[in-house]
């Protein structure tokens, strides 16, 4: 079964770009600017990604959770494939590979280079940029490296694995731009199990000096 699984994997990937006619239900905000209370225990560290040197160098760093594998990506190597790294003006500079620790999914981390403004806007624009079919959004007010922050979670259905997928994301400013860093499971399960690393991200984050 884990092996179907992962051979699934990328076209639930694929699909996260797929057209939808029906009309999503509106977003939830929640008003709050505490920092985020994770509702599982966060997960132990392994190697800090963004600082200089890294497998991935970026205007910020986080602490990947144990085992999980950081790579950087470059859409310029990506050829035809380029624009699936591509969300509205977020482009993915590095994925964090879940499947060394045991789970199918990515931490992704997506920057819009000279994007500034209310972090909330940026996932607003993320989630709903280009073709994809959302559902349920809840939006919250969380401080991320000591600066204002925010979060969202939000359900993609893929029609053609007749399924639906839980996602979250944070976002912040940086010197470069905003950043949004999703986490993107394969299903339900692997959201619930994947969770802590997420939340590890947030509650590690810190912004380049």
Same mark, same amino acid.
């Given at each position: 079964m884990k092996t179907l699984r992962i051979l699934a994997l990328a076209g639930v990937l694929a699909v996260a770009g797929c057209s939808s006619s029906e009309k999503p239900a509106e977003p939830t905000f929640e008003a709050s600017s505490a920092p985020a209370a994770p509702s599982v225990a966060v997960t132990a560290a392994g190697v800090k990604v963004g600082p200089k040197g890294s497998p991935c160098e970026l =205007? *910020?760093?986080f602490d990947a959770a144990a %085992?999980? &594998? =950081? &790579? /950087?990506? %470059? $859409? &310029?190597?990506?050829?035809? *494939?380029?624009e699936l790294a591509k969300v509205g003006e977020f482009t993915n500079v590095c994925e964090i590979d879940a499947k060394p620790a045991g789970n199918i999914g990515f931490l992704r981390v997506y920057l819009a280079e000279g994007r500034s403004g209310q972090p909330r806007g940026h996932l607003d624009a993320f989630v709903k940029a280009g073709r994809r079919e959302v559902s349920g959004e809840v939006y919250k007010d969380i401080q991320v490296a000591a600066q204002q922050g925010a979060e969202v979670t939000w359900n993609l259905k893929s029609t053609s694995l007749d399924m639906t997928?839980?996602?979250?994301? *944070? /976002?912040?400013?940086?010197?470069?731009?905003? $950043? $949004?860093v999703v986490l993107n499971a394969f299903d339900e399960i692997e959201y619930e199990q994947m969770l802590p690393a997420f939340q590890l991200a947030v509650q590690s984050a810190a912004v380049a000096s």
């Amino acid at each position: 079964m884990k092996t179907l699984r992962i051979l699934a994997l990328a076209g639930v990937l694929a699909v996260a770009g797929c057209s939808s006619s029906e009309k999503p239900a509106e977003p939830t905000f929640e008003a709050s600017s505490a920092p985020a209370a994770p509702s599982v225990a966060v997960t132990a560290a392994g190697v800090k990604v963004g600082p200089k040197g890294s497998p991935c160098e970026l =205007p *910020f760093s986080f602490d990947a959770a144990a %085992d999980w &594998k =950081p &790579k /950087a990506v %470059d $859409v &310029k190597t990506l050829g035809e *494939f380029a624009e699936l790294a591509k969300v509205g003006e977020f482009t993915n500079v590095c994925e964090i590979d879940a499947k060394p620790a045991g789970n199918i999914g990515f931490l992704r981390v997506y920057l819009a280079e000279g994007r500034s403004g209310q972090p909330r806007g940026h996932l607003d624009a993320f989630v709903k940029a280009g073709r994809r079919e959302v559902s349920g959004e809840v939006y919250k007010d969380i401080q991320v490296a000591a600066q204002q922050g925010a979060e969202v979670t939000w359900n993609l259905k893929s029609t053609s694995l007749d399924m639906t997928t839980r996602y979250s994301a *944070f /976002a912040m400013n940086t010197e470069a731009g905003a $950043v $949004v860093v999703v986490l993107n499971a394969f299903d339900e399960i692997e959201y619930e199990q994947m969770l802590p690393a997420f939340q590890l991200a947030v509650q590690s984050a810190a912004v380049a000096s």
